[in-house]
Nanobody, 120 residues
Framework: QVQLVESGGGSVQAGGSLTLSCAISGYGYEEYCLGWFRQAPGEERDGVAVIDKDGSTGYADSAKGRFTISRDSAKNTVYLQMNNLKPEDTAMYYC???????????????WGRGTQVTVS
């Protein structure tokens, strides 16, 4: 089992920045891909950014150029740095981990409980 605990959400004005953190614990997660997803009220959960086991990253079009995903293995933490935030970024943000594929919601085996981001 892998446990994920998000933090760092909050309320910011448009154009502002936030850094989300996800603390990871459990067996074997060092070999897992990690990702950030988000879900706005009434909408489906969508991928935002992924970092694979080899360190390669991928971003949703809406996140490219504004968001950066990174992982610190020494601190067992994955981060999502979000800059130039827009009202449409308002959502619950979830940390995710999977031993094989973090690019699809349906493939994810482990989820955090989420942290709310509100941009006004």
């Amino acid at each position: 089992q892998v446990q994920l605990v998000e933090s760092g959400g909050g309320s910011v004005q448009a154009g502002g920045s936030l850094t989300l953190s996800c603390a990871i614990s459990g067996y074997g997660y060092e070999e897992y891909c990690l990702g950030w997803f988000r879900q706005a009220p009434g909408e489906e959960r969508d991928g935002v950014a992924v970092i694979d086991k080899d360190g390669s990253t991928g971003y949703a079009d809406s996140a490219k150029g504004r968001f950066t995903i990174s992982r610190d293995s020494a601190k067992n933490t994955v981060y999502l740095q979000m800059n130039n935030l827009k009202p449409e970024d308002t959502a619950m943000y979830y940390c995710a981990a999977d031993p094989w594929d973090c690019h699809s919601v349906s493939n994810i085996n482990f989820w955090g409980r989420g942290t709310q981001v509100t941009v006004s």
